[in-house]
């Protein structure tokens, strides 16, 4: 279905776009099983930030991707799986990446605030974990960048007219 991390990556701003339809902010999140080594294997797992929708603290992209995959294959374990995100994962996905054994997260912008996987904390590669994954960033980076500096700059200009 995708033939690279960059085709990926374009659909997972097609997600990241619903997210910000909805009000969220727009991240979007793909986890793709094992394939053996050779790229993305097929796509088990898909979700999109949904914390204003559902009212949920926990509803990133990333979780919701995880949470999908792991019903997919019946197990929590996704030893093997490759997570393509928008967005840098923060300390709370990177948390949830680590325990679900997960091996690549590939990611497009960076988020110099609240990273987690290189900019801010490194959780996602910490020796002292019980497990450390593959990053791959800055895949698609400008147009992702751009999708959230649109974002919130018609965020901005909403609040600015109310």
């Not at 294997?41 to 992209?61: F, K, S």
């Not at 948390?95 to 912008?109: E, T």
Request: contains cysteine.
């Amino acid at each position: 279905m995708f033939e690279s991390e960059m085709g990926a990556m374009r659909h997972a701003m097609e997600l990241a776009r619903r997210a910000g339809d909805a009000g969220d902010v727009p991240v979007g999140a793909m986890v793709f099983s094992d394939d053996g080594g050779h790229g993305l294997g097929p796509l088990i797992g898909y979700g999109w930030n949904t914390r204003e929708a559902d009212g949920d603290p926990c509803g990133h992209a990333e979780i919701n991707a995880l949470r999908a995959a792991a019903r997919q294959l019946g197990n929590w374990n996704l030893s093997g799986c490759t997570l393509v995100v928008t967005l840098e994962p923060c300390t709370m996905c990177a948390g949830a990446i680590v325990n679900s054994r997960l091996s690549r997260v590939v990611f497009g912008a960076w988020d110099e605030k609240a990273g987690a996987a290189g900019s801010v904390r490194d959780v996602l590669r910490d020796a002292r974990l019980n497990h450390t994954v593959e990053v791959v960033g800055g895949i698609c980076e400008e147009e992702n960048v751009e999708l959230l500096r649109q974002w919130f700059q018609h965020l901005r200009g909403s609040y600015l007219s109310s």
